[in-house]
Every structure is written in structure tokens, then in C-alpha cells.
């Protein structure tokens, strides 16, 4: 199973960004997909997550509004739009996957890990 990440980069603040994700090696319909996120000294934070069945979405408070996660089941990929981007948005993003998973919220349950992309947001 791979996922690849791409998409980071370094933007100023209010700017945008759209993150990709590319599942290869597993049966993506039945997968819920989401992302992480790691700022420097920080543990990982769970982001954004889209469900397997329903399509069901979940996002952690300080980015709604502002990232809207999306996935394609025939091009076995997802994305997460970023906009209006803040500082504190500053992080490596991980993809993740979750057999069957209603939501991602905890990455202790989480299946399979992409390699992270760096997102830095100037003010």
C-alpha cells in the first residue's frame, strides 16, 4: 500500500494550497481517508476526514470554514483545499487511510500513513 502526498509549499498568510493524495495497493472505495497534521514540537493532530460509505466529513475546529477535503473513488485519490491560511496552519500533512472507518479522528486506528508534505504559511 503507498499513499503519496503532494501539494505542500510555502505560501503567505491568506493565501491557498490544495493538497493531493494518491492510494495505490488497496481497495480505496472501502476506505475512509483524512489528513494529519505535525507542527514542530507538537504530536500529530488529526485534520480532516472523509468517509467510505456515506461520504460522511469531519473536520477539527480551527479549520472549518477553510479546508474542504474531497476524494475521487475512480482516481483513488483525495484532496484537501486550503484557504484564507493562517500561520498556525504550519505543519507536515500526512495522508491517511482507515479500513471502514466511520471517521479518522484518532490516528492510533489509523491503517496506513502517507509520507507528509510541508506546508508553511509566512505571515
Known amino acids: 500500500v503507498q499513499l503519496q502526498a503532494s501539494g505542500g509549499g510555502l505560501v503567505q498568510a491568506g493565501d491557498s494550497l490544495r493538497l493531493s493524495c494518491a492510494a495505490s495497493?488497496?481497495?480505496?472505495?472501502?476506505?475512509?481517508m483524512g489528513w494529519f497534521r505535525q507542527a514542530p514540537g507538537k504530536d500529530r493532530e488529526f485534520v480532516a476526514s472523509?468517509?467510505?460509505?456515506?461520504?460522511?466529513?469531519y473536520y477539527t475546529a480551527p479549520v472549518k470554514g477553510r479546508f474542504t477535503i474531497s476524494r475521487d473513488n475512480a482516481k483513488k485519490t483525495q484532496s484537501l483545499q486550503m484557504n484564507s491560511l493562517k500561520p498556525e496552519d504550519t505543519a507536515v500533512y500526512y495522508c491517511?487511510?482507515?479500513?471502514?472507518?466511520?471517521?479518522?479522528?484518532?490516528?492510533?486506528?489509523?491503517?496506513?500513513w502517507g509520507q507528509g508534505t510541508q506546508v508553511t504559511v509566512s505571515s
Open positions: 491517511a487511510a482507515k479500513a471502514y472507518g466511520r471517521n479518522l479522528l484518532d490516528a492510533s486506528t489509523v491503517d496506513y
Open positions: 495497493g488497496l481497495t480505496f472505495v472501502r476506505y475512509t
Open positions: 472523509i468517509g467510505w460509505s456515506d461520504g460522511g466529513i
